[in-house]
T-cell receptor, first 116, second 114 residues
Framework: DTGVSQDPRHKITKRGQNVTFRCDPI?????LYWYRQTLGQGPEFLTY????????KSRLLSDRFSAERPKGSFSTLEIQRTEQGDSAMYLC??????????????FGPGTRLTVL | AQKVTQAQTEISVVEKEDVTLDCVYE???????LFWYKQPPSGELVFLIR??????QNEISGRYSWNFQKSTSSFNFTITASQVVDSAVYFC???????????FGSGTKLNVKP
């Protein structure tokens, strides 16, 4: 399967702990996006990378959140000092930045975070 | 500012009925893209269609059809002869030129009963 993969699929943590999620995009895709989805809502944009450069960050991404894509391939999203309000599904998507027809975003299965 | 509104929170139909999911968007951009995604209970968002702002032609793909009307800022999605497997949450999304990020609606949960 060559789709977007995310790890772990589920994470339960205690308030105040740090967590890190990983996303592996489709191999030829140069753009990678992180979204957060809470129950009953659509995904909300957090940040995106083109290759290894982080080009945009949402105001939703507080100082406790950091994302990296060190070699322009996989990406990690870290949340420090988690709070109960961080409980959500964290979605990763990738796309190919070009003028072609295949530049829709393909989404991974998500990581569901529960903060106790 | 960009915004997508899906006023229908949940719709229930009986199998074989036709159903239309509404999507209304707001944007100041002249070039933009509209999308529909399906999110089944498994959680993974599945791409259904993309439309750019210059192409108002309606599109049909099997039992699915889409009606894009710039005059009313709407991009509605119709499923003909619905099936139980169509049960899912459907999201409409808007993206800026360059696909920097998507703005999603809050979704419409479709329940198709046998």
């Amino acid at each position: 399967d060559t789709g977007v993969s995310q790890d772990p699929r589920h994470k339960i943590t205690k308030r105040g702990q740090n967590v890190t999620f990983r996303c592996d995009p489709i191999s030829e895709h140069n753009r990678l996006y992180w979204y957060r989805q809470t129950l009953g809502q659509g995904p909300e944009f957090l940040t995106y990378f083109q290759n290894e450069a982080q080009l945009e960050k949402s105001r939703l991404l507080s100082d406790r959140f950091s994302a990296e894509r060190p070699k322009g391939s996989f990406s990690t999203l870290e949340i420090q000092r988690t709070e109960q309000g961080d409980s959500a599904m964290y979605l990763c998507a990738s796309s190919l930045a070009s003028g072609g027809s295949d530049n829709e975003q393909f989404f991974g299965p998500g990581t569901r975070l529960t903060v106790l | 500012a960009q915004k997508v509104t899906q006023a229908q929170t949940e719709i229930s139909v009986v199998e074989k009925e036709d159903v239309t999911l509404d999507c209304v968007y707001e944007t100041r951009d002249t070039t933009y893209y509209l999308f529909w995604y399906k999110q089944p209970p498994s959680g993974e968002l599945v791409f259904l269609i993309r439309r750019n702002s210059f192409d108002e032609q309606n599109e049909i793909s099997g039992r699915y059809s889409w009606n894009f009307q710039k005059s009313t800022s709407s991009f509605n999605f119709t499923i003909t002869a619905s099936q139980v497997v169509d049960s899912a949450v459907y999201f409409c999304a808007l993206s800026e030129y360059g696909f920097n990020k998507f703005y999603f609606g809050s979704g419409t949960k479709l329940n198709v009963k046998p």
